[in-house]
């Protein structure tokens, strides 16, 4: 019986060892995101790359729903952001193969994306070959606390007022980006499950 009770007892820990691993993940620094659309590739960015000689951080983990119904794979990020560069920031660059590009470019109403997070304000926006001064078109959103689908259509992204004024064009996207918004910030992290592409006919069903 005490022998029972011990090897119970040791599966236990064991089991409780494995669920801590999983929940604190495996550090990346590039992550595949593969969805119906295609595959995704997310990357860290900050202002220490390109000279902008910054000190803000940030980090990328895979982790799983240890737990939880399902066993899929999502992607936890964090960091911090300082004002060594005046303008510090930190954010993820999402850039789609070549079949998500082409559905990102077809006639679509936009994309949404399972996210959540610590509360704060993030910005989405899109980088096209016609803006090449960083002034994309984008969108502010909080990152929810659970997990909750964020709409980004492409009729709502604007530009913000400053940098040159560019018209929208769809067919000259390349990449995605979730970014900072201001500075500093002592701490900031958010969740990314799932990217799905926003049919016109379904925004035809939600007027």
Do not use: H
Not at 24 to 50: H, I, M, Q
Not at 118 to 139: A, H, M
Not at 158 to 168: A, D, L, M, R, V
């Amino acid at each position: 019986m005490k022998k029972m009770m011990k090897g119970s007892i040791f599966l236990m820990v064991a089991v409780m060892i494995l669920l801590a691993n999983c929940n604190r993940g495996k550090s990346v620094e590039s992550w595949p995101l593969v969805t119906d659309a295609g595959v995704f590739t997310v990357y860290p960015y900050s202002d220490r790359d390109n000279n902008m000689k910054g000190s803000s951080m940030i980090r990328m983990k895979e982790k799983d729903n240890s737990g939880a119904a399902t066993t899929e794979k999502y992607l936890y990020v964090k960091g911090r952001v300082t004002t060594q560069y005046p303008y510090g920031y930190a954010g993820i660059a999402i850039k789609p193969d070549a079949k998500a590009l082409e559905a990102l470019r077809s006639n679509i109403a936009g994309i949404k994306m399972r996210i959540s997070g610590d509360g704060k304000q993030y910005r989405f926006s899109l980088d096209t070959s016609n803006v090449t001064d960083g002034n994309t078109f984008g969108k502010i959103f909080n990152a929810p606390k659970n997990p909750d689908d964020i709409e980004f259509k492409f009729s709502d992204l604007t530009q913000e007022p400053w940098g040159n004024i560019q018209s929208f064009e769809q067919i000259l996207i390349q990449n995605l980006k979730i970014q900072t918004v201001g500075q500093p910030i002592s701490a900031f992290n958010f969740s990314i499950f799932n990217i799905e592409i926003i049919y016109k006919d379904e925004t035809k069903d939600d007027k």
